[in-house]
């Protein structure tokens, strides 16, 4: 930390952060910079307050006054009950942005999208091929945001677990300490382990994280605990998981080696990698994916009709076995492609459909250089003799005569390379090149010129 303080002044800024005091406000009362006043806040573990936007007002009742209660009456302000919260003015305002946007002819649409789950990219684009729609993708991500905070809150699934039924581990972001070879302030790392029933958990800080010190943890938790927990459910920690899946991850040998350990019974260990949202392995504990009957007959006749390109096969045979029950490992290995891949074509199945799925979007690439009318024009001048006091043309010769000529702006050499190899054309090479000459000649059969070939006196 580049400013010391004061042991008095650190207790002083400690205690009124403890107290819910904004930096601003310690800032003010004690004369020590806010960024000071942060870091000696986040050493001592003490939450420090977010800063409010401008444009969103906390409610009154929610809230908690910075001044006092004689501060607040002198002030003249406004008791608590009589204060609005900024839900009511929003709500208007996405009603009105909403009855007016070139998006509102395609609500009941768009509505019926985002009820079985389509994001804001999926329902622009079929939008755009269905109904015509020329507006822009900012309106309709615009839109549907509006119209999914009109509709409020989203239901969450709470998942109960018996005692000792399930542990969830995760590292956080620890305080700042002072290590103590160094004497500098480090930023510590947090491991949690938090029990699913009680929510009992255990947080211990490290410097550092390593397959040996994601071990020792975890032995360390299970000694304050006083006993293991049936299932580990962890994130996708390298520490922990070495390749992440939902239903076959392949496990850390020295985490699984622990697990093992600690497992009396002998059965299968049941430590499994999850997702950080509690949400999400509601999800991850179903297997397979539900394929609509119109998506599976078209696969059906898609792999029996073998019309269409490999890729294009691979994805449609994922998108069968992972509908019969097939894991991503599995499946990868079946038609030889990558967890990664069968993944992806998992999700854009789920989002976007069966379409987007199996083809790939269009690829515009890089625009052309030349135009067919400048090609046509160079290709047309390299055909022709060469400058004066030129034997044949060149590559650097080509381009400097097209801009000279007017032909095209700008041109590079490589443009000309593979223009003259795009017409099989060497003009570097008599042979190569038909030019309109007034002079003929006779050739031998290697291609050497045996010399001119003059017109024949006539004849009375």
């Known amino acids: 930390?580049?400013?010391?303080?004061?042991?008095?002044?650190?207790?002083?800024?400690?205690?009124?952060?403890?107290?819910?005091?904004?930096?601003?406000?310690?800032?003010?009362?004690?004369?020590?910079?806010?960024?000071?006043?942060?870091?000696?806040?986040?050493?001592?573990?003490?939450?420090?307050?977010p800063p409010r936007r401008w444009r969103k007002s906390k409610p009154a009742n929610e809230g908690t006054a910075e001044a006092s209660e004689p501060e607040a009456e002198g002030a003249g302000a406004k008791p608590a009950n009589e204060g609005t919260?900024?839900?009511?003015?929003?709500?208007?305002?996405?009603?009105?942005?909403?009855s007016a946007s070139i998006v509102a002819p395609y609500v009941e649409l768009v509505r019926q999208r985002l009820e079985v789950?389509?994001?804001?990219?999926?329902?622009?684009e079929e939008l755009v091929d269905t109904q015509g729609y020329t507006g822009s993708y900012i309106s309709v991500r615009r839109f549907v945001r509006a119209l999914r905070d009109s509709q409020g809150p989203e239901a969450k699934a709470v998942i109960h677990t018996a005692p000792g039924e399930e542990a969830q581990v995760d590292y956080g972001e620890g305080p700042m300490v002072r290590h103590p070879e160094t004497g500098k302030y480090?930023?510590?790392?947090?491991?949690?382990?938090?029990?699913?029933?009680?929510?009992?958990?255990?947080?211990?800080l490290c410097w550092k994280s390593s397959s040996c010190a994601w071990a020792q943890l975890h032995e360390e938790s299970f000694r304050r605990l006083g006993g293991v927990a049936r299932a580990v459910v962890l994130d996708n920690l390298r520490e922990g998981v070495l390749a992440a899946d939902v239903y076959e991850p392949a496990l850390n040998p020295l985490f699984r080696d622990v697990l093992a350990h600690y497992s009396s019974d002998r059965e299968e260990i049941n430590a499994r990698p999850a997702a950080c949202s509690p949400g999400m392995r509601s999800h991850a504990r179903s297997r397979g994916l539900k394929l609509k009957q119109a998506d599976r007959a078209a696969l059906e006749a898609l792999t029996h009709r073998g019309r269409e390109s490999v890729r294009v096969l691979k994805r449609g045979r994922v998108l069968q076995l992972l509908a019969e029950g097939w894991t991503v490992v599995r499946a990868a290995e079946a038609v030889g492609v990558t967890q990664t891949t069968v993944r992806t074509v998992r999700r854009r199945y789920l989002e976007e459909g069966l379409g987007a799925a199996l083809n790939?979007?269009?690829?515009?690439?890089?625009?052309?250089?030349?135009?067919?009318?400048?090609?046509?024009?160079?290709?047309a001048m390299v055909c022709a003799s060469p400058p004066e006091?030129?034997?044949?043309?060149?590559?650097?010769?080509?381009?400097?005569?097209?801009?000279?000529?007017?032909?095209?702006?700008?041109?590079?050499?490589?443009?000309?390379?593979?223009?003259?190899?795009?017409?099989?054309?060497?003009?570097?090479?008599?042979?190569?090149?038909?030019?309109?000459?007034a002079r003929r000649?006779?050739?031998?059969?290697?291609?050497?010129?045996?010399?001119?070939?003059?017109?024949?006196?006539?004849f009375g």
């Open 85 to 98: 919260t900024d839900s009511m003015p929003r709500g208007r305002a996405g009603v009105r942005h909403m």
């Open 441 to 458: 000649s006779v050739h031998r059969a290697h291609g050497g010129r045996a010399g001119v070939v003059c017109a024949s006196p006539a």
């Open 360 to 379: 790939e979007k269009p690829r515009p690439g890089a625009a052309r250089l030349l135009t067919e009318k400048q090609a046509s024009e160079m290709v």
């Open 117 to 124: 789950g389509r994001n804001g990219r999926a329902i622009y």
């Open 389 to 437: 006091g030129r034997a044949r043309w060149t590559v650097r010769l080509i381009a400097q005569e097209a801009m000279r000529r007017g032909l095209v702006p700008k041109v590079g050499r490589e443009t000309v390379r593979e223009l003259l190899l795009r017409h099989d054309l060497k003009p570097w090479r008599e042979k190569n090149v038909v030019r309109a000459q």
């Open 1 to 49: 930390m580049g400013n010391v303080l004061s042991d008095e002044k650190q207790q002083q800024v400690i205690a009124l952060g403890r107290l819910g005091w904004s930096l601003r406000r310690i800032e003010d009362a004690t004369g020590v910079r806010r960024e000071t006043a942060s870091g000696y806040l986040r050493a001592a573990g003490v939450g420090i307050r």
């Open 186 to 204: 480090r930023r510590t790392r947090m491991f949690v382990m938090t029990l699913g029933y009680s929510r009992k958990s255990v947080r211990l």
